[in-house]
């Protein structure tokens, strides 16, 4: 019969501690002012996941205490006051001006400055909160081209006349990445309808860790709720995950559905144009799927 | 877990799917988990230092600080550093868990 092998706890403890001491050594000796600056800061490099986690909680506590306001005094308090006259209109351009400053010329990543301006123009026009890396997950574009993409089927025996105007685009042949979104026509619901109606497609395909962190991210990423910016008129929509794609020869980052496409203005030429594409942070202000047409303050 | 910018080339799952095979009580997987993620950050931050001129540390290391988990960090690095620097935080990574796992494999015993 084969002895199950167990493993030394105590020992292996000491080879492991070991094993941090000698490669802090190494870095301290090889790089000693680098190692210098970061623990001015705060910061011993073998820790660099705490100061991480440290961040992320920071932020989320920061999002919370503005939420934990009176709802007059975050009115009253934000920026965003000044825009709770503004017709949609107005809105749009505002932001698009304020976009027109903040991004690159040519549709490249951003940088996280840039990405925090853009999330507090967004809020202070739309009262929405949008970031570029919710709960430590992000894309690897927030800003990027966008291109049409088709109907997707809702259910078994979908088809395109089935589905409201615009319809030009048709259906795809196949399903969406996750799946019908109903079992059956009985079982589509109104919400499961404006699901697939405000659609986009993201490339989830070529995250850095969609393999070794597969089912996590599957299941994070469906019918996530995404804000769309049209940084050239402004024209904002509240969109869900619900396809991946565009494969990257096509020189695209996102897809729309033909709902989004339309709503933003894209529909036309080329089929394709920048946005803005933010996950949406709605712990404690839901927002519904569809175009944004008034500032959530006001 | 809190990402750190090239979680995605070190795949530490693989020491702890080793790990997970043996019955450790959760205190002590979390001081291996630990102790590891430590190692682990000292190499690979070596990697990058050294083949990064030196006048960029403190750039890099400015921006490391302020969001550890940004992609723009492995944007900034090919820009400044001549070799395949992916591949070569792979091949540390590489390195420092075979150490690790051979020495997992060298504290076994017979049950």
Redesign the interface.
Same mark, same amino acid.
């Given at each position: 019969m084969m002895r199950k092998s167990v493993l030394d706890t105590s020992a292996l403890h000491k080879a492991l501690t070991r094993h941090a001491e000698i490669s802090e050594q190494k870095l301290k000796k090889r790089h000693p002012k680098a190692v210098s600056l970061l623990e001015k800061a705060g910061v011993s490099a073998g820790n660099i996941r705490d100061h991480a986690a440290k961040l992320a909680a920071t932020s989320a506590m920061a999002a919370a205490m503005l939420f934990a306001q009176p709802v007059a005094q975050q009115v009253f308090s934000s920026p965003s006051a000044k825009y709770a006259s503004f017709t949609v209109d107005q809105l749009q351009k505002t932001l698009a001006e304020q976009l027109e400053s903040i991004l690159p010329q040519i549709v490249s990543p951003l940088t996280p400055q840039q990405e925090q301006t853009i999330t507090t123009a967004i809020k202070d026009t739309w009262g929405i909160t949008a970031v570029a890396s919710l709960q430590n997950e992000r894309l690897n574009r927030s800003y990027g081209l966008i291109g049409a993409e088709q109907h997707l089927p809702r259910f078994p025996g979908d088809s395109l006349d089935q589905h409201d105007e615009p319809r030009q685009e048709g259906i795809t042949p196949g399903l969406g990445a996750w799946g019908y979104f109903a079992p059956s026509k009985e079982q589509l619901t109104q919400d499961l309808i404006e699901r697939e109606k405000w659609y986009v497609a993201v490339q989830t395909l070529y995250l850095p860790d969609w393999n070794t962190r597969f089912r996590y991210l599957r299941d994070w990423y469906q019918y996530r709720k995404v804000l769309v910016v049209n940084p050239v008129n402004g024209k904002t929509v509240v969109a869900d995950v619900a396809d991946a794609g565009p494969a990257d020869w096509t020189g695209k980052h996102f897809g729309g559905s033909p709902e989004v496409m339309a709503y933003l203005g894209l529909n036309v030429g080329m089929q394709k144009g920048p946005v803005i594409l933010f996950f949406i942070d709605e712990a404690e202000n839901p927002v519904p799927l569809g175009p944004v047409l008034y500032n959530g303050n006001k | 877990? /809190?990402?750190?910018f090239y #979680? @995605?080339?070190i795949?530490i799952?693989e020491v702890i799917a080793v790990l997970d095979e043996?019955t &450790?009580?959760i205190n %002590?997987r979390a001081?291996?988990l630990k102790?590891? #993620? $430590? =190692?682990l @950050?000292?190499?690979i931050? #070596?990697v990058i230092? =050294?083949h990064l001129p030196k006048e960029k540390?403190?750039m890099f290391?400015t $921006?490391?600080?302020? /969001?550890?988990?940004?992609? !723009?960090l492995m944007?900034l690095l090919k820009e400044h550093v001549e070799v395949d620097i992916e591949k070569a935080i792979l091949r540390r990574a590489s390195t =420092?868990k075979k150490?690790?796992l051979a !020495? &997992?494999k060298? @504290?076994? %015993?017979?049950?």
């Open positions: - | 877990m /809190a990402k750190i #979680d @995605h080339l795949i799952e043996h &450790i009580p %002590k001081e291996f102790l590891i #993620d $430590q =190692t @950050h000292h190499e931050l #070596d230092l =050294t540390h403190e290391l $921006q490391f600080h302020r /969001a550890p988990h940004h992609p !723009s944007s =420092t150490k690790i !020495s &997992i060298n @504290h076994l %015993k017979s049950g």
